[in-house]
């Protein structure tokens, strides 16, 4: 692996003169570098989708998980002592922790934003809302069910359970996406730096023949395409990456109270991330331009 | 240095080479004459690595071809100076960097003395043509600088494939001036040609001896030419 590295570093310094021994061409490595641009401009997209749809989903695995509402909808007559019914079930349920009566303050707070802040919360016949708490262990929320339906049956337990899980498991499933594409990215820049790699070798082959013919190691050979090639990847990615960065910095902002939707984008260190790019673009040209090399060296004494 | 023994090659078909045993040793002087496809090329292409025969073993400084890596092989090249009968470069460089490659590509460019690159163009008449790009060469000036790329690394052995086939007599001259010089330094020489009047001339230098493909089988041509 130190080896390999050493090489990776050397070849990168460089050595001027085997760079001189290739031709220099003008179009076909501008399109490289638009490609790899493009490519690493795709790749900071998918990664900042991936990281916030991750985000989006631990958040919303953590801050509902824990929490679940019992709903008791009884004539106004029955609503205390079904309310007492539910606390006292809900006290004596392993895995429930601090059930706790709304007050109608808290109820209107809740119901503000759909009906205004005059609502008459005391003269509508609204239902009664208890929160409560899980506890690390969880409680069986069936059980729980069966309870209430026998003892309180105008209470309705909300797990949050059923509309949480599908967001969750769409939001993780928009992460594995993004990282897929990004893995895709990946391999149809090797794919492509191969391709133009090994046009370049064709259209090289008298150079190559001539600096085998005088005696140049394959090493030697190899060298000078893959530095240029591991150069165009990264000068291209460079470029790529910071447009991209800019754009997704440039997005509308999300809402900072923690609304529904987290922006798509990077937070805090999460700006670290897309600086990758750029080095492991040119780790990917670094391998593809050798072995498209080496395959055509072996191929001629 | 190097050593052909009992080889044949066939390029597919029937065998072009049978029964061929050469030694080129420190010093030695040879000719190689023969009818045009008489496989004159390809026997040179096997003292440089560049064939491996289909019979026989080839050695080249004590290793033997089969068993070579590439990287052996490169190195073997280093030590083998060949002009070849179709004189490749790189185009886009200049004249002066093409004959000065085989010190660029084995990274002993730096140890190299710029006054001899000068002197070498001098010899084999290019100075005027130093920055000149390959394209822009004659035929002869091709196979001059040819020859100049091939001594550069002062290398044990020189192989040359008619390597005066398009210059005057005098620079034909001229040049093998330069290989007798290499040959009296103790460097093994093989030069293909038809040019018998070249072979007189520089039987009157050297002792060389002149090798014959015919029919398939390689033969010590006479004193009597
Ligand atoms: N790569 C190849 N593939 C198949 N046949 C080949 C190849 N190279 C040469 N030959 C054949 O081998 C024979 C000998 O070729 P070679 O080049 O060795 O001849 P030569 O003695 O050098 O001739 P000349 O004096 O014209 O240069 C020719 O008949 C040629 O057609
Ligand atoms: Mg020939």
């Known amino acids: 692996m130190n080896g390999v590295l050493d090489q990776m570093l050397a070849v990168l310094a460089g050595d001027r003169q085997?760079?001189?021994?290739?031709?220099?061409?003008?179009?076909?490595?501008?399109?490289?570098?638009?490609?790899?641009?493009?490519?690493?401009?795709?790749?900071?997209?998918?990664?900042?989708?991936?990281?916030?749809?991750?985000?989006?989903?631990?958040?919303?695995?953590?801050?509902?998980?824990?929490?679940?509402?019992?709903?008791?909808?009884?004539?106004?007559?029955?609503?205390?002592?079904?309310?007492?019914?539910?606390?006292?079930?809900?006290?004596?349920?392993?895995?429930?922790?601090?059930?706790?009566?709304?007050?109608?303050?808290?109820?209107?707070?809740?119901?503000?934003?759909?009906?205004?802040?005059?609502?008459?919360?005391?003269?509508?016949?609204l239902p009664q809302l208890v929160e409560l708490t899980e506890t690390e262990d969880g409680f069986d929320a069936e059980a729980l069910r069966l309870r209430l339906a026998a003892e309180a049956p105008g209470a309705v337990l909300d797990d949050h359970a059923r509309w949480r899980r599908p967001l969750v498991r769409a939001a993780d499933?928009?992460?594995?996406?993004?990282?897929?594409?990004?893995?895709?990215?990946?391999?149809?820049?090797?794919?492509?730096?191969?391709?133009?790699?090994?046009?370049?070798?064709?259209?090289?082959?008298?150079?190559?023949?001539?600096?085998?013919?005088?005696?140049?190691?394959?090493?030697?050979?190899?060298?000078?395409?893959?530095?240029?090639?591991?150069?165009?990847?990264?000068?291209?990615?460079?470029?790529?990456?910071?447009v991209g960065m800019i754009a997704v910095a440039l997005l509308p902002g999300a809402d900072p109270a923690g609304g529904f939707l987290t922006g798509l984008g990077f937070q805090g260190w999460g700006w670290i991330v897309p600086l990758f790019i750029p080095p492991l673009a040119a780790m990917v040209a670094f391998w593809a331009t050798r072995a498209a090399a080496f395959r055509m060296l072996t191929e001629m004494t | 240095m190097i050593e052909l023994e009992n080889v044949a090659h066939s390029y597919g078909g029937g065998d072009l080479l049978t029964e061929v045993g050469l030694t080129l040793a420190p010093g030695s002087f040879h000719f190689l004459t023969g009818p045009s496809g008489a496989g004159k090329t390809t026997l040179l292409r096997l003292c440089y690595g560049e064939l491996i025969p289909s019979a026989g073993n080839v050695r080249l400084f004590g290793q033997?071809?089969?068993?070579?890596?590439?990287?052996?092989?490169?190195?073997?090249?280093?030590?083998?100076?060949?002009?070849?009968?179709?004189?490749?470069?790189?185009?886009?460089l200049p004249l002066s960097e093409n004959v000065a490659l085989p010190l660029i590509v084995s990274g002993r460019e730096a140890e190299a003395d710029p006054a001899n690159l000068r002197e070498l163009l001098h010899w084999v008449g290019l100075s005027r043509q130093a920055d000149a790009l390959p394209p822009e060469l004659s035929g002869g000036e091709r196979q001059r600088a040819a020859l100049a790329r091939a001594v550069i690394m002062s290398p044990d052995v020189?192989?040359?494939?008619?390597?005066?086939?398009?210059?005057?007599?005098?620079?034909?001259?001229?040049?093998?001036?330069?290989?007798?010089?290499?040959?009296?330094?103790?460097?093994a020489i093989l030069i293909a040609t038809h040019d018998l009047n070249l072979?007189?001339?520089?039987?009157?230098?050297?002792?060389?001896?002149?090798?014959?493909?015919?029919?398939?089988?390689?033969?010590?041509?006479?004193?009597?030419l």
């Open chain 1, 18 to 125: 085997a760079d001189r021994v290739v031709p220099p061409t003008g179009f076909t490595a501008r399109l490289t570098i638009f490609t790899a641009g493009a490519m690493a401009f795709l790749a900071v997209f998918a990664l900042a989708l991936s990281m916030a749809s991750g985000r989006l989903a631990d958040r919303w695995a953590d801050a509902l998980a824990r929490t679940a509402t019992v709903r008791i909808s009884a004539p106004q007559g029955q609503m205390q002592a079904q309310t007492d019914a539910v606390m006292a079930i809900l006290w004596t349920t392993p895995g429930v922790a601090d059930p706790r009566v709304l007050s109608a303050e808290e109820q209107r707070a809740l119901l503000a934003p759909w009906f205004g802040p005059d609502l008459p919360v005391d003269r509508l016949p």
């Open chain 1, 173 to 242: 499933r928009l992460r594995l996406l993004g990282l897929v594409s990004i893995g895709l990215i990946g391999l149809a820049t090797a794919a492509m730096i191969t391709l133009s790699a090994n046009a370049a070798l064709a259209a090289n082959a008298q150079v190559i023949r001539v600096l085998r013919m005088v005696g140049a190691r394959d090493v030697y050979i190899a060298r000078a395409f893959v530095r240029r090639f591991a150069g165009r990847a990264l000068q291209g990615a460079a470029a790529g990456t910071l």
């Open chain 2, 64 to 92: 033997d071809v089969r068993q070579m890596s590439r990287d052996d092989l490169a190195r073997t090249r280093q030590r083998i100076g060949v002009v070849h009968q179709d004189c490749q470069f790189l185009n886009h």
């Open chain 2, 158 to 187: 020189i192989l040359a494939d008619e390597p005066t086939g398009n210059v005057d007599w005098e620079m034909s001259l001229r040049l093998l001036q330069l290989l007798v010089e290499l040959n009296k330094m103790g460097k």
């Open chain 2, 199 to 224: 072979i007189r001339a520089a039987k009157a230098q050297v002792a060389a001896r002149v090798l014959r493909i015919k029919d398939r089988r390689l033969l010590q041509a006479g004193a009597n």
